[in-house]
């Protein structure tokens, strides 16, 4: 065997397997009731209408285009769908401030590429998004906390990052019921953070991933539509909104989109043309199809069916949990983070799980991008019924009692 | 408007608009003959067939999992059809030595990425897939010459990576029928690249997207072939193969492959995760299903249309082309490379083609690592049928002899 180690350029090194995918596995164990993935439900997927898309396509003279290379930048008319949906949210914009990635990971993924030299500083909060470590990571950057509610100094951060060897280049934050939380960045929140990202004079990345899965509550703007507010056009943000319809319609054909300034998609097209050419001719035509016809009924059935699973789940957790735990109250997204007591650790707990409870779910510790962490996991209510959240929630609280003692 | 450039990372400066992107532009032209594109010809795209396998999946109960997430090696299925083409390549190798990527694009991005850290050198031919270079740049890597029929010495390559502050991380090269000049390497010449790489201790990228496409002379080994004899086991080789559905299936649904040994494909395993975590899943069943139904009867089809047309260019440039210029005679792929006389310019007689002539084609300058090559370019046979050869070449072969004068 060869030395591949010694040959491999520096950032491999912090490619390493993700705890959550070793985990998926799991989820092919009949004997497990499995809270670990953030799937989507796959008996919700709209497939009669993804059907009729294909058959439609294969049927009309846009065929050869369908199997034919295309634009990096995008499928026009899925843009253009996207930019009346945009406009829905408060955020106007033209075709040439949005573009099409193979699913939002991918958009992440070209965004550190961007912005990223090694050492320099990304923001983001404990704890954030694994996926996005994960893409970032390849860029060798370091992290400093996020904080959307807090009050420290931009030249603290400023001097962390110069301690660090590099600058800080932008705060990723998902604003809406994020992964793994569930938890939302309140108005003054969000404002707090373009207020910082204006004083660092960083990009802002708004991971909207779950922003339509909205079950309560009042929508809050998106960040770059309270910066479009102020600036008064979006040539004129640094906000960088990442959207996917991995969550809406379907993540098996992975097509996602990045909403931005002119400058900063300029620029990502011409990245993404060497980095991949363009994003699936096809799907992004089959995406656009179905998302005209019946995207707000889709989404509407989506919220119906996860809503009533959040519901159970917090009902259980509040039955089942022993005192000394708590766990966030989503108002939307797939997800619910449970703290356990200091010093208990959640990789421990579902070692013990499996063994035992017979119940997964995703310890906290590799969301943390500093290590900390380890008193809390996450569970997902996504891809349960009523029966599994009752069952599995009172196992793992049972276990979880027995543990605190 | 904020200064992005300011923001960026150093590696961003080295993306750049691709020439041939912008021509291809000029497709739409109809007054132009292009013969800039390096596509395959969409009527021979086997839509039938690919229409019946999205009909397929969806009336299966493999839908639900064409619509989700999959796991970053790929389709298993898929993996499976290539350990047996491989096989039949002379690279015998099992379901570990394979990964699915999203278009050999992709590949080439991910390789960059995973042996490149900036000032590291790759070795490339002058000229070499202008995409290639796209791919490698982000890694801010630096070039030297690949002449796989040549003696330099591991030394010399050694000691200029190393004036350059890196070490030389790989050669890459594409063996059959590359993109741009469409020219073969011979055995030796395999042989001599394999030999040179054990020297440096590097790694090498085989660019095989070509390489079902041969019309004539007989198949010669893949480089890969070639180690695994010498070998004994996929798994001991340093030669990394990059293969494409492209040319030979469909572009549009963005599916490719790299086949290589098991530490290697670990590692792009992670880092796919990482950037996109998987390629479409139901494109992958979709390509699978079509490769398993008749591959080799869609490979036949389209090298008999390419083979006509190579054979009407090279007659046509024969009968047209003035004294003073000289060109390949490709046994396979898409394309023919021309170069004009000393001191002429490839990019010039461009402009003035699309003036007078009204003929495309790729100026060669962009193909060379060093900016050399100016007096060369690229015309493709892939989309042009017999009339258009013969008329564009003659107008071109007329321009030309009035600038030679």
Redesign the interface.
């Known amino acids: ?2 030395n ?1 180690d ?7 090194t912090r ?4 705890e959550i ?1 070793e985990l998926l596995k799991l989820l092919d164990r009949p004997d497990i009731i499995s809270f670990a993935g953030g ?2 439900d ?2 919700l ?1 709209p ?1 009669k209408e ?2 009729q898309a ?2 439609d396509i ?1 049927d009309s003279a846009a ?8 634009v ?1 930048e995008g499928y026009k008319p899925l843009r253009e769908w996207l930019v009346k949906q945009m406009a829905d949210l408060g955020i106007p914009c033209e075709l040439d401030n949005v573009f099409i990635v ?2 939002s ?2 958009g992440l ?1 070209y965004l550190g ?5 090694p050492n ?1 500083t990304a923001l983001v909060t404990w704890p954030t998004y694994l ?1 996005a470590l ?2 970032f ?3 060798e950057p370091s992290y400093d906390q996020l904080t959307p509610g807090g009050n420290r100094t931009p030249d603290s951060y400023r001097e962390a990052a110069s301690q660090k060897g590099g600058k800080v ?2 705060a990723y934050l998902s604003a809406d019921f994020s992964n793994p939380t569930g938890e939302t960045v309140d108005r003054e929140g969000r404002e707090k953070v373009l207020d910082l990202a204006e004083e660092l ?3 802002v990345i708004e991971d909207a991933a779950y922003q339509s899965l909205r079950y309560d509550g009042d929508p809050i703007p998106p960040i770059l539509a309270l910066e479009i507010a102020r600036k008064g056009h979006i ?2 943000t ?1 906000t960088i909104y990442c959207g996917s319809f ?1 969550k809406t319609l ?5 097509v996602g989109f990045i909403v931005a ?1 002119a ?2 998609i300029r ?1 990502l097209v ?2 993404k ?11 992004q035509m089959a995406i656009s199809e179905v998302a005209e016809r019946g995207f707000d009924a889709q989404v509407a059935k989506i919220r119906a069916a996860y809503s009533h699973r959040r519901n159970c789940m917090l009902a259980a957790l509040e039955k089942y949990m022993p005192a000394g735990t708590s766990w966030t109250k989503p108002e939307g997204g797939m997800f619910i983070w449970v703290t356990l007591p200091k010093g208990m650790d959640g990789a421990e707990l579902l070692a013990k799980s499996l063994e035992s409870a017979k119940v997964a779910f995703v310890p906290g510790k590799a969301f943390f991008a500093d290590g900390s962490g380890a008193n809390t996991f996450r569970v997902s209510f996504s891809c349960a019924n009523e029966k599994m959240i009752e069952e599995g929630i009172s196992r793992l609280g049972k276990l979880i009692a027995s543990e605190i003692g």
Chains 1, 2 share one sequence.
């Open positions: 065997m060869l591949w010694n040959m491999f350029a520096t950032r491999s490619m390493r397997a993700s995918r799937i989507p796959p008996g997927f497939d993804f059907k294909y058959a294969f065929v050869n285009s369908a199997l034919q290379y295309s990096s193979s699913g990971q991918q993924d590429k961007l912005f990223l030299s320099d996926g994960q893409a990571n390849a860029y280049k932008f004079d960083i990009a040539n004129n640094r991995s379907a993540p098996g054909l992975r300034n400058p900063v620029k011409l990245m043309q060497a980095a991949d050419l363009h994003s699936s001719t096809i799907n």
